[in-house]
């Protein structure tokens, strides 16, 4: 199975790019975690999307706050999918949000929520699931499993209903 690259722009963003660590972990699907800065340290970005190809990537997931160029510096130096996750640094995260969204044509970055991590690695498992057939199913199991949940939290709140 190919790997699924975590990438921050800053070690500080650990705390909500974890989840798509936590989402991964509990998947089996292989990750790596790097800390590289669009604006600070370029050259080691660029090279590690160029490359990330033949070291066994299948899809980067790169986070960033303020001007959020990350995913989009990343997109610019490889072919596999990037997903960017916008963090919150400020102005709610709507300056990331649309630093992540607003890439030039030819320059696609797949976009999850303002601190959506945990959804970034779904998206990305779900890509790296069109040709992994078991990892496809303990998605679909992940997705019975909420079904599952839901409904028993509505019958618990009916009964409760009920009770007053």
């Not at 989840?19 to 970005?45: C, W």
């Not at 990343?74 to 640094?89: E, F, Q, S, W, Y």
């Not at 030819?106 to 699931?129: D, M, Q, R, T």
């Not at 496809?136 to 992940?142: N, P, S, T, V």
Request: proline share 4%.
């Amino acid at each position: 199975m190919k790997k699924v690259a975590i990438i921050m722009g800053s070690d500080s963003d650990w705390s909500v790019m974890k989840k798509a660590a936590v989402a991964l972990k509990k998947l089996e699907v292989p990750f790596e975690v790097h800390v590289y800065s669009a604006h600070r340290t370029p050259e080691e970005a660029g090279s590690f999307a160029a490359n990330a190809r033949e070291n066994g990537f299948g899809v980067i997931i790169a986070g960033a706050g303020m001007s959020a160029a990350l995913a989009g510096a990343l997109a610019a130096k490889t072919t596999i999918p990037v997903v960017g996750v916008p963090l919150d640094a400020g102005l709610m995260g709507m300056d990331a949000l649309l630093s992540t969204t607003m890439m030039p044509p030819g320059i696609p970055v797949a976009s999850v929520g303002v601190n959506g991590a945990k959804n970034a690695a779904l998206l990305a498992a779900e890509i790296l699931s069109l040709e992994d057939e078991v990892l496809a199913k303990k998605l679909a199991d992940q997705k019975v499993a909420m079904h599952d949940a839901v409904l028993e939290k509505d019958a618990r709140l009916n009964e409760e209903a009920k009770s007053l």
